[in-house]
């Protein structure tokens, strides 16, 4: 490959636009830019069918292995692992059109745009879709990407039951896409990920490329608190067993806590539900996810640990009765150096500002950083806006994070090469 030639190529972002355009069109939500395809539905399948036929267009020999992560290698100049890109197509349930979706159509973009102009990696390119990145249906997140790297064996993976009963096993057969593909797989040479940042950071700062330097760590828990449910109007409050109460207060010092301990601690109660859930009724149970995310693995652990003391003490005082279960936990996670560089360095060099900068949100980068260098390309997401119909980044900023990533993948792509 040339390297002046490859260092010339640009995205063309009306294509890419087009591409975001169809894939958000399939699990549309009615009235709004958004889509909803959770992991393995048939709005997922259908979202799958699109990007696999496009890969197919672009010649990519493609892969599916046994979790359903499908990947599309562009041949290059030599044999070997290739240098990846990709992410996940899955949504929330009040999905936007960019988060996952972004990383993996760039990735189709970049591929057309060297076939178009003729050019030939020395390595070879990969892109890559991984199954239930969001874990909306079926928990842990970065399920696909984990089971991908070795963290946890696919028999595990294969039987874990989701928010609705479907089993992950069952759904990939339904859906067509249980792959033959071995597990562990083998190890890219590098992975980038291009993502729309889904905070507020970039945007506040007028800044238009996040290079992001490591993935804060992750804990995720189901919490059950059983208590006794009776008549809302006959209960004196000091005989009440009252799990909702206890739900109520968790919720409360989860955020206290987050404030107590400073940024970049957060602490989210993202699923409540209260068992009977009668307005006149003291319930009779409470379950409660509890999300809590931080750089430091010392740091999060004392926030486990004082979370759990609190909801111990204030159950038994309530009289009521807890039980847990861990639905995730990932430690931080620290990014490549070298790669971290390459990126700044490429904007830069593509004009454009950039940041070093931690990502709050769990990706599928993160599990990849366990086998390969890795780094991630952020772009701005306006108002900080994700999981929401209304995510929104600007096409301007859609291309340069584009170009970025299709930079640095190709100087990582020329490394070994006799002729640049």
């Not at 999905?95 to 760039?106: C, K, T």
């Not at 076939?115 to 070879?124: E, F, N, Q, Y």
């Not at 830069?348 to 086998?371: C, E, F, I, N, T």
């Amino acid at each position: 490959m040339s390297e002046a030639k490859g260092a010339d190529l640009r995205i063309d972002i009306d294509r890419l636009l087009r591409r975001l355009g169809d894939l958000a069109a399939i699990g549309a939500i009615e009235g709004t830019e958004g889509c909803a395809r959770l992991a393995l539905t048939d709005e997922d399948k259908a979202g799958r069918d699109l990007v696999v036929a496009e890969m197919q267009d672009l010649g990519l020999e493609i892969t599916i292995d046994g979790i359903g992560n499908v990947v599309g290698v562009m041949a290059g100049h030599t044999d070997g692992p290739p240098v990846m890109c990709g992410s996940h197509i899955d949504t929330v349930r009040t999905g936007g059109r960019y988060d996952g979706n972004l990383g993996v159509l760039a990735g189709l973009e970049v591929i057309e745009v060297l076939k178009s102009a003729g050019v030939t990696p020395h390595r070879p390119l990969a892109v890559a879709f991984f199954t239930d990145e969001e874990g909306a249906r079926f928990a842990p997140d970065m399920l696909g990407s984990l089971v991908y790297v070795g963290g946890m064996a696919l028999e595990e993976a294969l039987s874990i039951e989701g928010i609705d009963g479907a089993v992950v096993g069952p759904e990939l057969e339904r859906i067509g896409y249980a792959g033959p593909s071995p597990l562990p797989a083998n190890a890219p040479y590098a992975f980038v990920e291009l993502h729309v940042e889904q905070g507020p950071v970039l945007e506040a700062e007028g800044i238009t490329i996040g290079a992001v330097d490591g993935v804060q760590g992750i804990s995720w828990q189901e919490v059950t608190v059983t208590g006794q449910s009776n008549h809302a109007g006959t209960t004196p409050m000091h005989l009440r067993k009252d799990p909702g109460f206890v739900a109520a207060a968790c919720a409360n010092f989860v955020r206290e806590l987050s404030l107590e301990l400073g940024s970049p601690q957060v602490g989210t109660v993202g699923r409540l539900e209260l068992r009977p859930n009668l307005v006149n009724v003291v319930p009779a149970s409470a379950t409660f996810t509890v999300d809590i995310r931080n750089t430091d693995e010392a740091i999060l652990q004392e926030a486990e640990r004082r979370f759990s003391e609190f909801l111990t003490s204030t159950a038994e005082a309530e009289g009521c009765t807890v039980e847990t279960k861990e639905l995730a936990r990932f430690e931080p996670v620290i990014f490549d150096d070298r790669i971290i560089d390459l990126v700044e360095t490429t904007a830069l060099a593509l004009g454009h500002s950039v940041k070093r900068m931690p990502s709050g949100a769990g990706h599928d980068a993160q599990m990849l950083a366990r086998v390969c260098p890795t780094a991630m390309v952020f772009t701005p997401s306006r108002d900080g806006i994700s999981h929401n119909p209304a995510e929104y980044t600007a096409p301007a900023d859609l291309e340069a994070g584009a170009n970025v990533m299709m930079q640095v993948m190709l100087q990582l792509a020329a490394e070994g090469s006799t002729n640049g």
